[in-house]
């Protein structure tokens, strides 16, 4: 009976319980460091996007648009928009991005030859 003990091959608990310690360090050290990365990958898609916008605000006052605000829907808020400013932008970009930072979506306003970018607000 002794050589069938002798012979049969397997981890005992503390080696299973070292195991498990290791891999839930391993974890615990990298869910802080996943959601730094995370957090800086929706920092620069947002910069990304900020610098698209401008640079169809910039297209659009080279070809001789005026002032003007876009935003998504912005034609169903006559008093904020000059007329037909919500049409002016699919020329330039083939969608409107998303805000990855989730501060509501992007406004573009044109004043006299000045481009601004906003993250705009919740609704």
């Not at 070809?63 to 904020?80: C, E, L, S, V, Y």
């Not at 930072?101 to 992007?106: R, V």
């Amino acid at each position: 009976m002794k050589k069938f003990w002798k012979n049969q091959a397997g981890f005992s608990l503390p080696e299973l319980l070292c195991c498990v310690v290791i891999i839930a360090l391993l974890v615990a050290l990298s869910i802080p460091i996943y959601s730094t990365v995370r957090n800086q990958a929706k920092e620069t898609a947002f910069d990304a996007q900020v610098r698209e916008l401008r640079t169809a605000a910039e297209l659009h006052l080279a070809t001789g648009g005026g002032n003007a605000i876009w935003a998504p829907g912005a034609g169903a808020q006559a008093g904020d928009v000059v007329a037909g400013a919500h049409e002016a932008w699919y020329r330039w970009l083939p969608e409107w991005p998303e805000n990855p930072l989730e501060t509501g979506d992007f406004v573009v306003e044109i004043q006299d030859g000045k481009i601004f970018v906003s993250p705009g607000r919740e609704e």
